[in-house]
């Protein structure tokens, strides 16, 4: 029989935990992320069928940066909207699945502190050949007034501003990690009981590593110092280790996971034809810098701190340098030489 590690705190369980240590907390932030828990295990159970189901394939629209929609982002997309508006925790939402934020109207929602933003589903070019691919998730507490419906500027905040920010990975395991200013936790998901359990406790990103991350096939349109820290990654001598290994998998979630845990450094720079990169800004890089740098990390945008940027709109898009501190500082040794 399957012993139960009682010692193991559940998600639940370790967020109301965290509760103890605020008196005045309403818990709503626990109750927030239960919601995402639960929308996670669903968005697992149709990932896990993916090869089974008619669920693979375009959904036969197109989203709003003009992206072929796959079927289990409008499922996914679904899930984390259903979870958010019939929740007692959160007031609106926007994704990278729709064109403009979401007030939820009801009387509840609007006394709502928090609002959310999320990438459904993230490395969706991932989905029909069974490899890692994830959802990222961002919270803020809102800047109007509560009663009311959450407008634009809730939405339109820098990312210093999160009040939590983490991720899913449908892995070989599934995993939800998550970030508030307390530090970063992982939780992995128990199939047996179908609960997420703390795994990775307190999660620190080694300040070096030996992992750089890129896409290699846009070399040529990177920018002079982007392609000369690229060269130096493939030329570091023996007596530094050697070079760096390429690891790129095409999932941020998974490739900036890895690179968490094991120390690394992830690069979607602006290109020659896309100087503005390809990442967004709300759904993928600020959620991702406040956890890289919770966890000791730096995250940049190759001249600014990707955390202090003023978003001018919900899906505008930003060059992404993100992970280990002493890489990231290697890589600006290049941006801002002479
Ligand atoms: P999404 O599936 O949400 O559109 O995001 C995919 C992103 C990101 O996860 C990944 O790092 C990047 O696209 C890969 O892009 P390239 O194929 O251009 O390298
Ligand atoms: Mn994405
Ligand atoms: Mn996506």
Redesign the pocket.
Known sequence: MLAINRKVLTLDEFTIQQLRDFPNATGELSTLLRDIGLAAKRVNVEVNKAGLVDILGDAGSINVQG?DVKKLDVFANNQFTGVLKHGISCAGIAS?EFDDHIPFDDAISQNSKYICLF?P?????NIDVNISIGTIFSVYRRVSEKGEKVVINDFLQPGIKQVAAGYIIYGSSTMLVYATRRGVNGFTLDPSIGEFCLSHPNIKCPEFGKIYSV?HGNFFRYTKPVQKYIDTCQKKDENNGGPYSQRYI????A?LHRNLLKGGIFM?PGTTDKPGG??RLLYECNPFAFIVEVAGGKAIDGIRRILDIQPSSLHQRTPFFAGSKGMIGELEDFLTAK
């Open positions: 992206e990278e990438d589903l993230d490395g969706s070019s896409n095409g999932s941020m979630v490739d979607y390809k990442l």
